[in-house]
């Protein structure tokens, strides 16, 4: 079964950074898609940032220009990063962590969550 392990969440004022990784390892299958997604109280999930094994990168419009998507590997693992810069108090949420074998694959496995909170 796939291992998530998220970290880098955290506490942070309007206009500052965080950076969240994610890496993904044991898994049964070759991982080609990895995508970051949040919740907010009340609110559906929904995709943050998205990209593919061959670097095709997707944003929600809400974080254009804002965040950065990128990935590295090595033997035994993927691990996916969110740079997340200008931050607003409307990106706190639970930022959960997706892996699929491919963009149009359903489901896949996700993470723990990590929650990011915004103040204004």
């Known amino acids: 079964q796939v291992q998530l392990v998220e970290s880098g969440g955290g506490l942070v004022q309007a206009g500052g950074s965080l950076r969240l990784s994610c890496a993904a390892s044991?898994?049964?299958?070759?991982?080609?898609?990895m995508g970051w997604y949040r919740q907010a109280p009340g609110k559906q999930r929904e995709l943050v940032a998205s990209i593919t094994s061959g670097g095709t990168t997707n944003y929600a419009d809400s974080v254009k220009g804002r965040f950065t998507i990128s990935i590295s590997r090595d033997n035994a693992k993927k691990t996916v990063y969110l740079q997340m810069n200008s931050l607003k108090p409307e990106d706190t949420a639970i930022y959960y962590c997706n892996a699929k074998p491919y963009p149009w694959s359903t489901g896949g496995y996700w993470g723990q969550g990590t929650q990011v909170t915004v103040s204004s």
């Open positions: 044991r898994s049964p299958f070759s991982i080609n898609y």
